[in-house]
């Protein structure tokens, strides 16, 4: 195979996020819970996604909702692109090994305040 490639699969072997992380990252926010959505695990604030947790050719991916600049700035990163669906609205996906659990922490933080901040202004009566 290609030797970057390779390179960057070794490196991420040591480095890179997993499942786990992303699990215990987002479960730890106030509120968070995980559901069965699509078949994959999802993790939810008040009923709405902010990340969830699938396989792509046999990588571990996700995708999280960013402010819109942050968004269009992660895209320029080869690691990061639209989501399927909802790039448009300013979520990105990205595999897991491709981050470190540091940057997913942020990723997910980020999204969880966004979604959980959209769901507190609809709610109001």
């Not at 990588?59 to 989501?83: G, I, N, W």
Request: net charge positive; hydrophobic share 40%; charged share 35%.
């Amino acid at each position: 195979g290609d030797p970057a490639r390779m390179a960057r699969r070794s490196r991420a072997a040591t480095t890179g996020a997993t499942g786990e992380d992303l699990r215990r990252i987002a479960l730890s926010f106030a509120d968070a819970v995980e559901t069965l959505t699509w078949g994959e695990p999802h993790f939810r604030i008040r009923n709405k996604i902010f990340c969830g947790l699938g396989v792509r050719d046999g990588r571990e991916v996700t995708s999280v909702k960013l402010e819109r600049a942050h968004a269009e700035a992660r895209l320029l990163d080869p690691r990061f692109r639209p989501a399927p669906y909802v790039g448009r609205y300013g979520w990105v996906a990205f595999a897991l090994e491709d981050v470190t659990p540091d940057e997913l922490a942020a990723l997910l933080e980020e999204s969880y305040r966004l979604v959980e901040r959209g769901g507190a202004r609809k709610r109001r009566r």
